[in-house]
């Protein structure tokens, strides 16, 4: 398995960034966030996402 990034890392990272990403995806209701492997294939089933929930 590989290793991946937490909502942790990123907001260590980067926390401007990680507010920016985080009030956009507050803004409204439906959010979707998708990763894609190297084969353009999806990385990952459909996840449902709260900045609130891993800050």
Do not use: H, I, Q, Y
């Not at 956009?24 to 294939?41: E, P, Q, Y």
């Amino acid at each position: 398995m590989t290793e991946r990034t937490s909502w942790a890392d990123v907001r260590a990272a980067d926390p401007a960034f990680a507010e920016a990403v985080a009030a956009l995806f507050d803004a409204g209701t439906n959010k979707v966030l998708a990763t894609l492997r190297a084969d353009g294939s999806p990385g990952c089933p459909a996840r449902s996402w709260s900045s609130t929930s891993s800050r």
